[in-house]
């Protein structure tokens, strides 16, 4: 059974930094991508940033270049560096994991709070 744990959430003041972190254990068949959604109250989730094995990266419109996605494929280990934190950055960021027949994977979600 695969588990994903996320660490690095906490309060950071506007203009702040955070960097969150992932692990991935158990068994994952060619894994294809690891990557971050985030999921404010009320509001749908929302993807933040991914990565594929082969290194190609991607992130949602709402980045405007303050984050960066980095992995580390032989431990199963994704992170997600956030710069220039804003108010509306708020939410639970999630740990994603998907391999290449499509099975998803979840982590328990980790706070972030941006305010002054």
């Given at each position: 059974?695969?588990?994903?744990?996320?660490s690095g959430?906490?309060?950071?003041?506007?203009?702040?930094?955070?960097?969150?972190?992932?692990?991935?254990?158990?068994?994952?068949?060619?894994?294809?991508?690891m990557?971050?959604?985030?999921?404010?109250?009320?509001?749908?989730?929302?993807?933040?940033?991914?990565?594929?094995?082969?290194?190609?990266?991607?992130?949602?419109?709402?980045?405007?270049?303050?984050?960066?996605?980095?992995?580390?494929?032989?431990?199963?280990?994704?992170y997600?560096?956030?710069?220039?934190?804003?108010?509306?950055?708020?939410?639970?960021?999630?740990?994603?994991?998907?391999?290449?027949?499509?099975?998803?994977?979840?982590?328990?979600?980790?706070?972030?709070?941006?305010?002054?």
């Amino acid at each position: 059974q695969v588990q994903m744990v996320e660490s690095g959430g906490g309060l950071v003041q506007p203009g702040g930094s955070l960097r969150l972190s992932c692990a991935a254990s158990g068994i994952m068949f060619n894994m294809d991508r690891m990557g971050w959604y985030r999921q404010a109250p009320g509001k749908q989730r929302k993807l933040v940033a991914f990565i594929t094995v082969s290194g190609v990266t991607g992130y949602g419109d709402f980045v405007e270049g303050r984050f960066t996605i980095s992995g580390d494929n032989a431990k199963n280990m994704v992170y997600l560096q956030m710069n220039s934190l804003k108010p509306e950055d708020t939410a639970v960021y999630y740990c994603h994991a998907r391999n290449i027949v499509g099975e998803d994977h979840w982590g328990q979600g980790t706070q972030v709070t941006v305010s002054s």
